[in-house]
T-cell receptor, first 112, second 111 residues
Framework: DAGVIQSPRHEVTEMGQEVTLRCKPI?????LFWYRQTMMRGLELLIY????????DSGMPEDRFSAKMPNASFSTLKIQPSEPRDSAVYFC??????????FGSGTQLSVL | GENVEQHPSTLSVQEGDSAVIKCTYS??????FPWYKQELGKRPQLIID?????GEKKDQRIAVTLNKTAKHFSLHITETQPEDSAVYFCAALSNDYKLSFGAGTTVTVRA
């Protein structure tokens, strides 16, 4: 298995633009998590899904952020409109019943 | 929700010495405690984990201990090597399936 796959690896955009981050979890994993990592706030959980259903989105900072999981092998995190303070590394991670969480390579987002 | 505190925030050790990182958690229902290593520009990678029914676990040069009563757990790295230099995160899984992370410890191994 190739592990959790995220795209793009790097995204540079201008304030006000829409940003879409993509994730393919490990096959067979039924939990998918989106994290944001910054120096100031560390690793923050934004939202997680179980069997494609959003379970807890209490970490989503604002209505500008939305996430979907249309099927078991794909999820997106969208920011519209983006702001400079959204600049961070966004990680997707997945796990199955045995609780071991595996991270993707992350998307480095820079909003100018 | 769960709150995980991690100390120290930075740790510098001489190659060959031991490194210890300590974490405390707040939710007594938490039952799974993984440790992640993150090298610069890379993803966090699971290096060892422990469940609440176990007090200690060892894997080569790394070991983790858990004290459920005191709600704290620790990572021990023995015979440190330059490749151990990284940021280490502890985490705790509460019964809402959310993994809460500590703030991280930057470990530097001096040659």
């Amino acid at each position: 298995d190739a592990g959790v796959i995220q795209s793009p690896r790097h995204e540079v955009t201008e304030m006000g633009q829409e940003v879409t981050l993509r994730c393919k979890p490990i096959s067979g994993h039924d939990y998918l998590f989106w994290y944001r990592q910054t120096m100031m706030r560390g690793l923050e959980l934004l939202i997680y899904f179980n069997n494609n259903v959003p379970i807890d989105d209490s970490g989503m900072p604002e209505d500008r952020f939305s996430a979907k999981m249309p099927n078991a092998s794909f999820s997106t995190l969208k920011i519209q409109p983006s702001e400079p303070r959204d600049s961070a590394v966004y990680f997707c991670a997945s796990r199955n019943y045995n609780e071991k969480l595996f991270f993707g390579s992350g998307t480095q987002l820079s909003v100018l | 929700g769960e709150n995980v505190e991690q100390h120290p925030s930075t740790l510098s050790v001489q190659e060959g010495d031991s490194a210890v990182i300590k974490c405390t958690y707040s939710d007594s229902a938490s039952n799974y405690f993984p440790w992640y290593k993150q090298e610069l520009g890379k993803r966090p990678q699971l290096i060892i984990d422990i469940r609440s029914n176990v007090g200690e676990k060892k894997d080569q040069r790394i070991a983790v201990t858990l004290n459920k009563t005191a709600k704290h757990f620790s990572l021990h790295i023995t015979e440190t090597q330059p490749e151990d230099s990284a940021v280490y995160f502890c985490a705790a899984l509460s019964n809402d399936y959310k993994l809460s992370f500590g703030a991280g410890t930057t470990v530097t191994v001096r040659a």
